[in-house]
């Protein structure tokens, strides 16, 4: 079999590769698997890219969200058969040898192929809902409307609340209206407190979701947040910011300040796998979002950009570099 990948060879640099793909020995839980469509997730990727995450090395194959079909299984296994297609955190390679064990989960007959790899997204975004105070009736509001931050909105509104979504993109916060967001605001305006302020009445929200990761925009989401309100850092915190540290503590400190609290939203807080003393599972959300998806709950089509072949793939990174209003749900398309 020829296999094709897509690798990162050193920082900014995407290669294509090819070679022959011979499956070692499958272990009892281990199969082989070929890809349909995987998802570029550009907020981790592109700071792969940029060489500046150390745990990933280059050369390297970067991705972790994939809908396959089995090509081959271990002689003792009892519950995966050939053909089955699959959900699972997959990189951007055709063929793999994926554990079964996890996140590995069988596709709903009838759902969008195209949509299951966006599963991954959803229960990235799903961290930030489970782990907050959100009831019907609050006001939430988001930074942040890409891939994780737009889906973050959609399930915090099926929690019950009225979100307001802020991008500097008009692109993006049009794509968050289609989603059925209650009301997307400009964030180049630099008037969010006020604005958030005309939509509660003057209160502010009950929670704040921050998901560009950038730190400068989560202090200064801090004058907006209610009284007793909480701040959500769904987006990983990268590059420096200088600031003064007391007046940010003071918001979590003080009485008139807020007293909000400041919660961490990385989704590997939960277990991966189903466990009877935890509520939450990466498993059980994953599943939670099919259902979402299934019933039209939880939009996915309008947050596909672009189906591109794997040989496209440095024009995919430099679209999701430097052309992010046209490049933000990028899928790849493996099928022959």
Not at 120 to 143: H, K, P, Q, Y
Request: proline share 4%.
């Amino acid at each position: 079999m020829i296999n094709q990948s897509v690798v990162f060879a050193k920082p900014w640099q995407v290669e294509v590769q090819e070679g022959t793909f011979a499956a070692p020995a499958l272990a009892a839980d281990e199969v082989v698997v070929k890809k349909l469509y995987t998802l570029i997730s550009p907020g981790t990727e592109l700071a792969c890219l940029s060489g500046n995450e150390s745990w990933f090395g280059m050369p390297g194959t970067p991705g972790y969200a994939s809908v396959s079909e089995i090509v081959e299984t271990g002689a003792d296994e009892q519950r995966w058969r050939k053909g089955d297609i699959v959900f699972h955190y997959g990189d951007h390679s055709r063929y793999q040898v994926v554990s079964t064990r996890g996140t590995f989960l069988e596709v709903p007959a009838g759902l969008d192929l195209r949509w299951a790899p966006f599963t991954r997204m959803a229960t990235v975004a799903f961290t930030a809902v489970r782990v907050s105070n959100i009831e019907l009736g609050d006001a939430v509001s988001v930074t942040g409307l890409g891939l994780i931050g737009n889906m973050a909105a959609q399930l915090a509104q099926l929690q019950g609340a009225d979100v307001i979504g802020m991008d500097l993109s008009a692109e993006r916060r049009r794509i968050a209206e289609i989603c059925g967001l209650f009301e997307t605001y400009d964030s180049s305006l630099g008037e969010g407190k006020a604005r958030v302020a005309e939509l509660t009445g003057g209160v502010g929200v009950s929670t704040h979701i921050e998901a560009t990761g950038l730190s400068k925009v989560a202090a200064e989401s801090l004058g907006w947040i209610a009284k007793s309100g909480e701040l959500i850092l769904l987006g990983s915190p990268r590059g420096e910011y200088n600031a003064d540290l007391t007046d940010v503590l003071n918001y979590c400190h003080l009485n008139d300040r807020g007293c909000i609290t400041f919660k961490g939203a990385h989704e590997w807080r939960f277990p991966v796998e189903p466990d009877p003393f935890v509520k939450h599972s990466m498993v059980r959300n994953s599943r939670i979002v099919y259902g979402l998806m299934q019933r039209g709950k939880l939009k996915i089509e309008p947050l596909i950009s672009h189906v591109l072949k794997p040989a496209e793939a440095p024009s995919a990174y430099e679209g999701l570099r430097f052309d992010k209003d046209r490049y933000h749900g990028v899928l790849f398309d493996w099928r022959e």
